[in-house]
């Protein structure tokens, strides 16, 4: 009997859009995932400003709602580390193997995590290429592995529709424009409860 999967995508999702949902299902066609669940981070370290937790949370389950492969999972812990996430992971998803889902951009900040010798020993990874060329994001593995003396197991794929900013998103939602590439019920979320706009709730 072959142990099952699971994804872990973390991220801030402010807010989630069909870029991230594109990156997801993708993987799990792709890589033979059983199910990939969304880990919004409470408090992201190089994000200011981040709609409340509540929000984003809210936010994922209505984008996510509609798909049996992908799942939402939330942990108390206001930033996440290796060091304390991990061994609540995998005693969550005790019997698994584990794949981290990450994009080409965080791969850049990944040598200056504490401890990732805690993840690289218990997780696999998929790279999604987003800004970078397949052998940008190799050469900088190789550098993480010289550098922590560790070893990345990490599948690189381009999904579609991973050219979407979440950045872009809210200007065109302060600007009261038609922003492309949310899901219609995120969308109807953000107008009601008056996200992303000046005086917003």
């Not at 805690?118 to 550098?147: C, D, P, W």
Request: with cysteine.
């Amino acid at each position: 009997m072959n142990m099952k999967k699971i994804g872990i995508y973390s991220g801030t999702f402010d807010p989630i859009h069909n870029g991230h949902i594109a990156f997801a299902t993708e993987t799990a066609e792709l890589y033979g995932i059983d199910k990939i669940f969304f880990l919004p981070e409470p408090r992201p370290r190089r994000k200011q400003g981040v709609k409340a937790f509540e929000h984003r949370i809210k936010m994922v389950n209505l984008a996510i709602k509609d798909n049996e492969k992908l799942g939402l999972i939330t942990i108390e812990q206001a930033r996440f580390t290796p060091q304390e996430t991990m061994p609540i992971l995998r005693n969550r998803f005790e019997g698994t193997e584990l794949y981290m889902l990450m994009g080409d951009d965080l791969l850049e900040h990944f040598i200056d995590w504490p401890s990732i010798e805690e993840l690289t020993a218990n997780m696999k990874f998929i790279i999604g290429i987003r800004k970078y060329s397949e052998n940008h994001i190799k050469q900088v593995m190789t550098t993480i592995e010289e550098v922590k003396n560790t070893k990345l197991q990490a599948h690189i794929f381009k999904p579609s529709s991973y050219e979407l900013s979440s950045a872009e998103l809210k200007k065109c939602l302060r600007q009261n424009k038609k922003p492309l590439g949310l899901h219609e019920s995120v969308e109807k979320y953000i107008r009601v409860n008056n996200l992303y706009s000046t005086g917003e709730k």
